[in-house]
C-alpha cells in the first residue's frame, strides 16, 4: 500500500502545483510632478515623462496583460507610454481596497498587471500581496522603486523582487 501511495500522492502535488497559476504584479510609483502647478492633480514634469518614458522602454520586452492607475494625471500619465507600446487600455482601479487586488487577480491570473499608485498606496498593495506589514510609504523624492511580486494566492506564496529605473 506504501508503494503506490507515495507515487499517488507525488502526482497529486505536481498536479496541484502545476495547476496553481503565478501571477506578476508590477508596481510602480507615479512619476516626478511638476511642482509648479497649484492643484491636487498636477501633470507630471518634463523629468517625470522622460520616466515614464523609460518606464515604457524597460517593460516593453516581457508580456503586459493588464495596467491599472489611479485616476490622477499623474499616475496615469506615468504609464501612458507603456499603454501605448503594448496596444493596451489603463484601467481604474480604487486605492487601499483589498477586493481591488482580488478583482485584479481573478480577472488577470496567470498574466503580468502593472499598477502603478502613490507613495502610500503601493506599499499598502505590496504588504496585502504577500501577507506582511512590511513596507512603509515611501519618501516624497523616491519615484525610482520598482516591486515584483509573483504569488498565487493573496498573502500565501508570494515574493517580492525590488529593482530601480
Known amino acids: 500500500m506504501k508503494r503506490t501511495l507515495i507515487p499517488a500522492l507525488l ?3 505536481l498536479t496541484v502545483s502545476a495547476q496553481e497559476k503565478i501571477t506578476t504584479f508590477i508596481l510602480i510609483r507615479h512619476a ?5 502647478q497649484s492643484t491636487n492633480d498636477p501633470d507630471l514634469s518634463a523629468v517625470g515623462k522622460k520616466r515614464a518614458q523609460r518606464l515604457a522602454e524597460l517593460l516593453n520586452e516581457g508580456e503586459v ?5 489611479t485616476p490622477f ?3 496615469q500619465q506615468t504609464v501612458s507610454p507603456l499603454a501605448t507600446l503594448k496596444g493596451l487600455s489603463v484601467m481604474d482601479y480604487e ?6 487586488i482580488d478583482r485584479m487577480l481573478n ?3 496567470g498574466g503580468t498587471i502593472v499598477v502603478v499608485g502613490h507613495s502610500n498606496t503601493i506599499p499598502w498593495m505590496a504588504n496585502k500581496l504577500l501577507g ?3 513596507y512603509h ?5 523616491d519615484y525610482d522603486n520598482v516591486w515584483l511580486i509573483t504569488v498565487v494566492e493573496r498573502g500565501k506564496s508570494a515574493k517580492l523582487v525590488w529593482l530601480n529605473y
Open 11 to 13: 502526482i497529486l502535488a
Open 32 to 36: 516626478e510632478k511638476a511642482m509648479e
Open 65 to 69: 496583460d493588464a495596467i491599472y492607475s
Open 73 to 75: 494625471k499623474r499616475t
Open 95 to 100: 486605492v487601499n481596497k483589498e477586493e481591488e
Open 107 to 109: 480577472a488577470h491570473r
Open 132 to 134: 506582511v506589514q512590511k
Open 137 to 141: 510609504p515611501w519618501e516624497d523624492g
